[in-house]
């Protein structure tokens, strides 16, 4: 398609040919087993990315050392041990003409104490809150030297493993991000202080690299372009270091930000623009002859293109837009972009990674699990009705009408999208839209029969006698009964101030400060509205993961409209009053003129008790959020299972 | 007095107003300026712009040329050579810039040979080093040359509008001086005959270039609303753009969407049909003259970036309008 | 009627494959010689010419090296009736204005009613030689050629040039005049394997700088007023990058990045009040602003 020239032309990095400019970054999924080793699942869903011709693929961090482990279930390339299983996934990348490369990492001051088993090591001992904060042994000049030997030895096993290309993880805090930054490198010995000492370490571990793969294999450098924090490396510091690494022959620059201390800048959430870091890679490509890659909420084809195009880099990273839809690529070829399912940037992966769960991904139930979920015909063509048109319903009505059953969907408001309606308003939450987007999308390409604005009761479900029902009928606000005043005029609920239809006035009292109080809260302050927003806990936004937290709790705490009161709960609310408690004293709340429940959500279910009361459709099932109000994830992934087990 | 560390430009009206991307050229222009420490000059042919030195002057303009003659409203190459050679061959400046547009791109060779000075066209950047150094891309975009002149004297460039400065406010508070010029006109020799100029098929003009454009936005409502939009379009002569969701919705092709993920548009005026005015729309009309807002929620932020904000039901003022307009033709009026 | 053509066999990066970046990534096998795209257009709206008036003659020219033959050797198959090589080995060292002195040190005195020249050479990008020659031969000049209409008996020709924004305009003039046309206007024809066989056997008319006698004028690198001082790789615009200098606070750099880099202030709000309704007051107001941005609605449309 001549929209995508730029994306679609071959490249080269040294020797190299590239089929094309985009690449899926590195991602560490926790998918290997405790040594370091590839699993089967790992190379599925790599095979999966790499036949929908992605022109290279960056493993993930890959621990060169135990002492420098990251994860638990991290990839590593530290003992000749692992070399036989990395070979497996890299000649399986290669059958489809896709370049593997490795990212080699340690981390440093960032590694657990009890994910390692030993205490971290680093330029100095500045322990990092972020991973838990273990304090670091200061490398001795002999545990540098030794540092510089095992790089050499792990870049060696890249290379029989069959990886195209090695690049350095010096970016996000890891070791050397830790040497080079002043943040975090206060010796004073030869390894410290002056820019040139503070270069030493980077340059020897190259230096040793370059030295075991020789001139021809290329190798690449991940960088912080810039820590975002006080006294941390800045653009001008890190392109200066790989303009001097460019002089020693460095292929490729990959551009990242942030370290852990500053995590929002490494993985960017939806607060962020599109291609974000663009600026950053386009003022590394300033003064650099390489090619540089960009990354960061490289979500839209539309947005790489256009950065190839600008020359802001020379190749995309775009590595949950390939998690999130493994043929980003191949739909954008053939024009069919409202067919991708896009990485909304909700940061579920990344909060799954952090705590030490397996990566999944929100909107793609089957990333790491290729193979358990490949779509089969169904073997018996039935019936099957969905009541419920969100996520859980919509993801269970496109599956099971692609496997070949007559589903029909019926959904009581004028528009699919159930929850995420109300879920995705507000300017920094709109892309959550993208899930639903992509679902009611794919339900009217699989040919589902969608009814709008049909309320379902038992009566017309009987009639309808479908072979299979499916009750994904959500949930609604739940508004306490038991708190005097609920029924006055001035009480609302999130939902239908979210979705325009109450009245905004100027002063609320917003009841629940978790993400949907939140959502509320930040919602009404943008029409100008002052909220205070209670809840009986001790925080505000712990569901909203960790990632989401650093960048959501300081915009809440900067706005200006918003107020918030923790350990609060209501009493009793009265016409332009509210009665609020905490820790045992009450307080009045004068002058308010909308009281706003986001307490929790009370999951929808009548239906189906009633069709098991009434025992005339034995083959019911009742998913996503009205079993239980879960994260979308959970709601989708559900849905997904359910539409294959029809 | 002009002096010979001097950058000029030449802007270019329509309608009453400076064209598009003129704020980038005077930004550069000052910037050069102030690089080579000279003056800025601007010259502009045709009818008169309300309150012209007062923009001029924020931008750090200290000089305007000026020949007020409808007749100059519309370009006529031989008539612009004769009249620009003989001012910048009077006043010898060290720059003399256009944008690298459809005239710019017609004109300044001519000029450049007119008065034997070096041009280099269509400029990603110009920088004043020991010498002037201009870089523009080369191998139809591989690569990027960086040329010098020979001889001092005056240099002719053409600046590449997708390399200028983004638009921001402009601070200075330059007074501009205006210099009326009178050329006699009819004294210029012409070989050249301009018959007739044709506009450009809204329907089918790339959304980018498109001088009217009708944007619209989830408030327009459900699909069969459409027509209305593509009749009242076709009135105007207007292009249909629109914002993500439309676009979402399959209403209009993905290459007619506006913002950060679509396309920036560029034109003279721009009508936005219940667009909320999120910044990543936004994005997409920084560069449009005119902006006329339509929106049923008089808080919308669309507002903040229009010219004419109304408040009203959109389908329902499409409506009348249409009419209006259709009627207003019937009458002999004019738009 | 006699039509020339300046033609140019460039020699166009079409890849990058080297693997040195200080090289530009650029290998040998990296270009391409092909004749330029818009000059095969130009030699194209010329054949059809000649299809309506078969008395024309199409005579081309082309200034370069040894390797420039093997386009005028394909330009006489796609149907040309003379070529001429001026044959000149260091054509990188000579500007726009010193090719333009040659080719009109060879042209004038020619009786050439109409001259052709594609709108740029995609290797240079210069987008000069067409307008520099006609300067030079003192002959007019229109540009962004898209139509040409075949010479009316009194000689008057009529070409559509394209504007921006899609526009068009018409503008008439005659001969001699030179036009410079754009790429993509028509598909140059491709010739046969018999015309190509004939064309290799055909013998070309070659020159080189001495042959063209021009009282006075300085020709080759004497001429030129502009030098290649260095080739690099193209950078991105400088937008945002600037911004990002480190006098700012790392939280405001944070902020600066979330919204994609120097986004720019929002300007002031430009509407005094906002109007209501749709009162025949905010028609008339919506009608005044629509021609005052230029809406000429009846010319056009009613
Ligand atoms: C990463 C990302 C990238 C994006 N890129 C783009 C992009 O490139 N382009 C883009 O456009 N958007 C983009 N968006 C989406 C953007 O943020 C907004 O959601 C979108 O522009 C809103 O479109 P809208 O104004 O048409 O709809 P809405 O925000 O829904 O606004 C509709 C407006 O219509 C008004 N309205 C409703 N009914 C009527 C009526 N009857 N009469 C008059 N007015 C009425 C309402 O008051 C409201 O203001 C992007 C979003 C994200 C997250
Ligand atoms: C789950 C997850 C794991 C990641 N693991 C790594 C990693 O191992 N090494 C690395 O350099 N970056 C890692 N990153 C950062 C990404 O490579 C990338 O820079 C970031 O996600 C922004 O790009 P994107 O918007 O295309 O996802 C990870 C990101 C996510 C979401
Ligand atoms: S989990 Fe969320 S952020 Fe991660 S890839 Fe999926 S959609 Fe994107």
Redesign the pocket.
Known sequence: MGDFEKLLEPGYIKNLKIKNRTSMGPMEKQWGDRLGNVTQRYIDYMVERAKNDVGMITMESTFIDPVGRGNIYQLGLWDDSNIASHRRLTDALHEYGTIAVTELQHAGRNAATYKTGFQPVAPSPIPCAVSGGYMPREMTVEDIKECTLKYAAAARRAREAGYDMVTLHGAHGYILNSFLSPFTNKRTDEYGGSLENRYRFGTEIYQAVRNELGDNHPIGYRITADEFVEGGLTLEDTRAFIKHLEGLGLDYVDVSSGIYESAQMIIHT?DF??GSLLPYAAGMKEVLDIPVIATGRLNDMRIAEQALERNECDYVHMLRAFHADPEILTKTQKGELEDINMCMACNKCIDLMFGDQRVRCTVNPCAGREREMALKPAAHKKSVLVVGGGLAGMEVARIAAQRGHKVSLYEKEDELGGAVRWASKGQYR??WWQAARYRIHSVNASGVDVHLGEEMTLADIKAAKPDVTILATGTKPFMPPYVPGIDKPLVSDYAKVLLGETKIGSNALVIGGQNIGLTTAEFLSEHGCKCTVIDDADAIGADLGGIKQMVVLPRIEADENITVRLNTNVERIGDDWAEVQCKGESETLEGIDMVVFAWGQDMVQHLADEMAADGTLENFRLIGDAVWPRAPIDVIYEGALAGRQI | MAGANDVWLLLAAAEGRLGAYADGLMREGRRLADALEGDLTAILLGPDIDRLEETLGKFGVNRLYHQRDDSLADYHPEIYTALLGGLVQRHQPRLFLSLAASLGSDLMPRLAAAIGAPLVMNCSNIETAAEIEFTKRVQSGRLQATFTASGGGTNLATLDPEYLPDPEDAKRDTVTQRHEVTVELATIPTRLEITSRQKADPKTVDIREAEIVVAL???V?AKENIAAYEQFAELIGAALGG????IDSGVLPHKR??????RSISARLAILC?????E??TK?IDQVATKIA????RD?A?FKHADLGIV????TLIANLTAHLKNGAKRGGGA | MKILICMKTVRFLHAQTGSDPKQLNIAPGDYVEMINPSDAAAIEAALRIKEQNPATEISIVSLGGASAETGLRRALAMGADRVNHILYDDCAALDSWASAAILAAWAQHKDFQLILCGREAIDSNAGLVGPYLAAQLAIPHVSQIINIAAPDSAGKITVERRLDRGDRETVECSAPVLLTVEDGINLPRIPGLAAMLQAGKRRLNTLGLADLTSAGASLGPAANRSEIIRLSRPKAKRRAVAQFNPVLSAAERAKLMMKGGGAPAPRPAKSDALLEGHSEEVLLELERLLQASGVGLKSRYS
Do not use: L
């Open positions: 939806m623009a599109p709109e892309e | 936005g989830n408030g409502g914002s993500r969701p439309v969407q506006i913002g950060q993920t679509g219940g667009i909320s005015g999120s990543y729309f997409g339509i929106n049923s929620d919308a669309i009203a039901d959109v389908n």
